[in-house]
């Protein structure tokens, strides 16, 4: 069974705060890794993908990937009360075909 | 501009009465898939489609059937709803067979089955 397995959270993070989530992955095949943001009863949004390891930086955020360990994480920095949301890890293999985690939920008190 | 469409968004239903949600995209993907999402369990996905005719299923897939007769179109049949199929339920689809292509959602539909 393949798997992708976060943290659910509710991760409290201090206005202005980093906040660091979290995500593995148990497929060696997965080629593309991505980060989306959720509010709750609305639809995922993407916020961050990443291919290759090392560090991917897009405004605030900031993605690690270390295949090696099967491990993907998300910083978000300078974290602002619309951050609070759940935070969906998800991995697809070379074909496309995705797997999502169950969600961290992040919580930005002000 | 590239979208996801699945109707209805809202539905109340009686048990056992058969009902389809619909779900459209534009950008001519391969790839569709079905998701149902319930408190504390994220997303599972429910059947999954790589092109036209080719369905499977997913890991969710018992009381729902799918079709996929033309690229664009990828709806989902309740055959016979029950309570415990009351869920928030999102179509996705993105392209199939290309690294690094994301995903794309619906807006979800609101399903309540009482």
């Known amino acids: 069974q393949k798997e992708v397995e976060q943290n659910s959270g509710p991760l409290s993070v201090p206005e202005g705060a980093i906040a660091s989530l979290n995500c593995t992955y148990s497929?060696?095949?997965?080629?593309?890794f991505f980060w989306y943001r959720q509010y709750s009863g609305k639809s995922p949004e993407l916020i961050m993908s990443i291919y290759s390891n090392g560090d991917k930086e897009d405004g605030r955020f900031t993605a690690q990937l270390n295949k090696a360990s099967q491990y993907v994480s998300l910083l978000i920095r300078d974290s602002q009360p619309s951050d609070s949301a759940t935070y969906l890890c998800?991995?697809?293999?070379?074909?496309?075909?995705?797997?999502f985690g169950a969600g961290t939920q992040v919580v930005v008190t002000p | 501009e590239a979208q996801v469409t699945q109707n209805p968004r809202y539905l109340i239903t009686v048990t056992g009465k058969k009902l389809t949600v619909t779900c459209s995209q534009n950008?001519?993907?391969?790839?569709m898939s079905w998701y149902r999402q319930d408190p504390g369990l994220g997303l599972r996905q429910i059947y999954y489609?790589?092109?036209?005719?080719?369905?499977d299923k997913g890991d969710v897939p018992e009381g729902y059937k799918v079709s996929r007769k033309e690229k664009r179109n990828f709806p989902l049949i309740l055959e016979s709803p029950s309570p415990n199929q009351t869920s928030l339920y999102f179509c996705?689809?993105?392209?199939?067979?290309?690294?690094?292509?994301?995903?794309?959602f619906g807006e979800g539909s609101w399903l309540t089955v009482v």
């Open positions: 950008m001519n993907h391969e790839y």
């Open positions: 497929d060696r095949g997965s080629q593309s």
């Open positions: 998800a991995v697809a293999d070379s074909w496309g075909k995705f797997q």
């Open positions: 996705a689809s993105s392209s199939y067979g290309k690294m690094g292509n994301t995903i794309y």
């Open positions: 489609s790589m092109n036209v005719e080719v369905t």
